[in-house]
């Protein structure tokens, strides 16, 4: 027997301390106040929160510390931080300010080795790898920094495979193809990462309808789902999405 | 009424404080021993790895300290894991007030266990009737087999415990601080208890 639930994870991308959507990485859009969203949230029983610094990484711009505070003073539920995570440093500071875990991408690419320091330091459980990659026209699953923009010459598969051994307590998977597609989630991809790790697998990129989160995990058999616009512009409000999933069968905190 | 959270170098601590505040609940962070024994709540919270808190406690005799509470005492995830005998963390011997052996998550489920769990027979005065069958925030690799002193059971892959209770000494595998409003409540009950 096994309660663990399936969890629902808004995302929220930050950019100068606001909100903000874009479709595939670009049209940025403004999403509104970060504490405010979070907070609405968790009162609707959003599982665990991520904010994203989608600013920090190419303008090499630290985290906003005070944002980090001011979340973990108002909710009550784990979230994660990343944007801009590149050192030791940099985590312990967000971990001062009350982020559960961080979330590194870029960085990782960069120097794969920060990932086994990370986990040394503060434990698997705190270090979430996020990866961005794209289905080409060969067929294999590519790997991408900065937001999307610098393909790096990695595959998938082998990627989440090396930051798993190298300490890593969660992938938090972008498939960029279906990411503000609202078509769905890389389902069958993500099925086949999920069979190749021993940690936790986040689903992210395509949530337009309630039966995509259901697919992400009945098809995808993912551990949790991500999603950013359907919640930000309450496309699908959370209760509605938890009800729905719960009479398919499937098991979440309500 | 005064509350003391332990200060060592537990990674929860932050949030812990923030859980209480929100609660309202004016709150100390100390390691120093007379005001951690003079409070009238003690939380003993606990993120990290167990060997190397234990030496961190012993260092500082805080081990001492908190086996010699009288008050109502809240041992939070790594706390509580300490509050038992032996941890196969580190083949750590630990506080030994629950006479109970951690070990490793032996089951074909992804290690760490981590996310909202359901809480099963549930038991007083740290839980109430309502928080039967609600779900709460783990995150875990180690655990306490269910035993005497189990308040309360989850599931994954095999029971264990979720949370432990023996005279005043109460202890949670699960994040109060971080579970919503279930977690909010579990933390007033504490707060809340008859000495």
Redesign the interface.
């Known amino acids: 027997m096994n309660n663990l639930a399936k969890r629902i994870i808004p995302c929220l991308d930050i950019r100068d301390g606001r909100t903000v959507k874009g479709i595939n990485f670009v049209d940025i859009r403004d999403a509104g106040d970060p504490v405010e969203l979070a907070q609405r949230y968790s009162q609707q029983g959003a599982d665990e929160l991520v904010f994203l610094d989608i600013t920090a990484s190419h303008e090499k711009r630290k985290l906003l510390k005070e944002l980090v505070e001011k979340v973990a003073a108002t909710i009550s539920i784990p979230f994660t931080v990343g944007g801009g995570v590149s050192e030791l440093e940099d985590a312990d500071v967000l971990l001062s300010a009350g982020a559960d875990k961080i979330s590194v991408n870029s960085a990782a690419i960069l120097n794969p080795s920060l990932i086994d320091h990370l986990a040394q330091q503060f434990g698997s459980q705190f270090v979430v790898v996020a990866i961005d990659a794209r289905l080409e026209e060969n067929g294999t699953w590519q790997v991408y920094r900065n937001g999307g923009r610098i393909p790096v010459g990695l595959e998938l598969f082998a990627w989440a495979r090396e930051m798993q051994e190298r300490g890593a307590g969660e992938i938090l998977w972008t498939s960029m193809n279906h990411d503000g597609t609202q078509h769905g989630f890389a389902n069958e991809t993500l099925s086949e990462l999920g069979k190749q790790l021993s940690i936790p697998l986040i689903a992210s990129g395509g949530a337009g309808k309630p039966e995509h989160f259901a697919d992400a995990f009945t098809v995808g058999n993912a551990d949790a789902a991500l999603a950013a616009s359907v919640f930000h512009y309450d496309t699908i409000p959370i209760p509605v999405l938890k009800a729905y999933l719960a009479k398919q069968g499937i098991n979440v905190r309500r | 009424m005064k509350t003391t959270i332990i200060k060592y170098n537990a990674?929860n601590i932050?949030?812990v404080s923030?859980?209480l505040?929100?609660l309202g609940m004016q709150h100390a962070i100390t390691d120093n021993p007379e005001e951690i024994r003079s409070s009238d709540r003690v939380i003993f919270p606990g993120?990290?790895?167990a060997s190397t808190t234990m030496a961190y406690l012993k260092e500082r005799k805080l081990d001492i300290l908190i086996k010699e509470l009288t008050q109502p005492v809240l041992g939070i995830c790594l706390g509580m894991q300490l509050m038992c005998n032996h941890s196969e963390e580190g083949d750590t011997p630990c506080l030994g007030i629950f006479d109970i052996p951690v070990v490793k998550f032996r089951v074909d489920?992804?290690?760490?266990?981590?996310?909202?769990?359901?809480l099963e027979q549930v038991k007083n005065p740290l839980f109430d009737s309502s928080i039967e069958g609600k779900?709460v925030?783990f995150?875990h690799s180690y655990y306490a087999p269910a035993a005497p002193e189990t308040a309360a059971i989850?599931?994954?892959?095999i029971?264990f415990s979720a949370a432990l209770q023996k005279d005043n000494f109460f202890a949670t595998q699960f994040?109060p601080?971080?579970?919503?409003?279930v977690?909010?409540k579990i933390l007033r009950n504490f707060l809340n208890l008859q000495t």
């Open positions: 990674g932050k949030s923030n859980a505040t929100r993120v990290g790895e489920h992804k290690i760490p266990h981590m996310g909202w769990n359901s779900y925030y995150v989850s599931h994954y892959g029971p994040h601080e971080k579970s919503g409003d977690g909010e």
